[in-house]
């Protein structure tokens, strides 16, 4: 009889990868996330380029943006966009009933987020899309910035009346 552990045996092969020590640790922080063993992962990663037939074409696959990945990730940066949207108009909205900039605002968040999906894999379309967005926000934060520095001079300068009159 064999045991279930010798079965394991023969129906996987151990191999020895060297690698970068900085790339496998990265490579732990994915597996983590996504809550895989490393091996778990080499396996699926090497199973999808026997599937592609090469690694190019898998590097083709992948540079193309095909798989469910790529979809998912454009989901959500077109929900974080279309949030920022609605975040910059009512952060545009209150300064322009308070006159004040806000402390942190909400949109910056929406912004790193951003930057992190498309780091990964996003159509040229949404990259313009967002860089777009990305000067109004700048736009936004200059006429902030802009304004709050001249009522501090506005306010200097009727200080200095007042206290000249005296």
Known sequence: ????????????????????????KQFQQLCALEKLRPGE??????????DSGSLANLHANVVRGGGRGRALDEALFKSRLSRLKTCLETERRYWKETGEGMGEPESERFVKELVEIGKRSVSEELVKE?????AEADKLYDEIEKDIIEDGINRTK??????DRK
Do not use: H, N
């Open 158 to 163: 009727q200080i200095t009346a007042l206290l």
């Open 1 to 24: 009889m064999v045991s279930a552990s010798r079965l394991v045996d023969l129906s996987k092969q151990q191999t020895g990868l060297r690698i970068d020590r900085v790339l496998f």
């Open 130 to 134: 967002f860089e777009t967005i990305l």
């Open 41 to 50: 992962a080499v396996e699926s990663l090497v199973r999808l380029a026997v």
